[in-house]
């Protein structure tokens, strides 16, 4: 099971090389094939018009019909809500010259305040199996805000929890509140996501920059799911009850992205003056219970249309606290 788990959040992080992209080289396959072989195999694929093929033990969909209907994934915009800008697409590049992409929240635990704290995935830094972190030269955290500025960050990884898939990392100097509302990352109930679906919110959003070509130009559009509702949440998978999975598309570069909410907690005496969006979870990986598509073998860009997530319940709000004195 959890070698299976492995597979799948390698799928949802994009590695690319100086000259080619190539797959995740977490997982190698045991047989030296021919150089060509990836290329053959493709021609093969399109010439017997293959549905589906199988890769690292893992089975591929390569029509993505059934896929495109379920996915409402919008592309970020002028006209897209400035709360969005909190997402960002991070950059990883290594020592050997590999470079790999993922997605990452700028949050906070206090409404109103300026931050430097970014919340992404732990496996886009680190081999979760083994709990080896990657020999990383550099990591960047980048977005274009709603006015248009380009905002990019050089980050430090504060915490590595490579056992569950929980990574927070930093930047000198905060972002300023007006220039961009933090996630709000809620410390005084610590509720369950699914509870916070019960406030009835006005609006459950999945976002990162997932991949594909068709609506992520390659990961460097993020895309965005506004239409999710609460019939959307699927629960707690059976190997893990810090995570949960919900029925919304993602593709490979999506992860460490974020599930987002509008909800008035009010009633509970928590007060959001600046009507900022909750933070309700970390994107991990594609969930086992849903089909994978890929157009090709050789093809980057895995997707699927149930995603799992990490809960925010894991976050230690007391160092995100200290890090945004």
């Known amino acids: 099971m959890k070698l299976q788990l492995l597979k799948l959040i390698t799928i949802l992080t994009v590695f690319t090389f100086s000259t080619t992209a190539k797959e995740c080289d977490f997982v190698k396959p045991e047989v030296q094939l021919p150089e060509n072989y990836s290329t053959n195999l493709d021609i093969l694929q399109i010439a017997t018009r293959a549905l589906s093929f199988s890769q690292d033990g893992v089975t591929f969909y390569t029509d993505l019909t059934e896929l495109q209907k379920k996915d409402r994934r919008k592309q970020k915009s002028r006209s897209t809500s400035a709360d ?60 274009t805000t709603k006015s248009g500025q380009r905002i990019v960050k050089e980050l430090n990884i504060e915490i590595l929890e490579l056992d569950r898939d929980n990574a927070v990392l930093s930047f000198n100097g905060k972002i300023p509140f007006k220039t961009i509302k933090p996630a709000l990352v809620e410390v005084e109930i610590g509720m369950n996501p699914d509870e916070l679906f019960d406030f009835e919110p006005t609006r459950i959003i999945s976002a990162g920059y997932s991949a594909d070509n068709y609506k992520g130009n390659g990961g460097k559009t993020m895309t965005y799911d506004d239409e999710i509702t609460w019939r959307s949440y699927r629960g707690h998978p059976s190997d893990s009850h810090r995570q949960f999975i919900m029925d919304t598309v993602a593709f490979s570069g999506g992860s460490g992205g974020a599930l987002l909410v509008e909800a008035n907690l009010e009633e509970e005496g928590i007060e959001n003056p600046y009507k900022q969006l909750y933070y309700a979870g970390t994107t991990l990986s594609l969930d086992e219970s849903s089909k994978y598509y890929k157009l090709s073998s050789s093809d980057n860009a895995a997707g699927a249309s149930r995603i799992r997530f990490d809960t925010y319940q894991g976050i230690d709000d007391k160092v995100v606290a200290q890090l945004n004195r």
């Open 84 to 143: 969005l800008d909190s997402v960002g697409r991070i950059k990883v590049t290594y020592r050997d010259g590999k470079i790999s992409h993922c997605s990452g929240t700028l949050i906070s635990t206090v409404p109103g305040q300026s931050s430097r704290v970014i919340k992404s995935a732990a496996h886009c830094f680190g081999n979760t199996i083994t709990e080896e972190k990657h020999d990383i030269k550099s990591i960047t955290w980048e977005v």
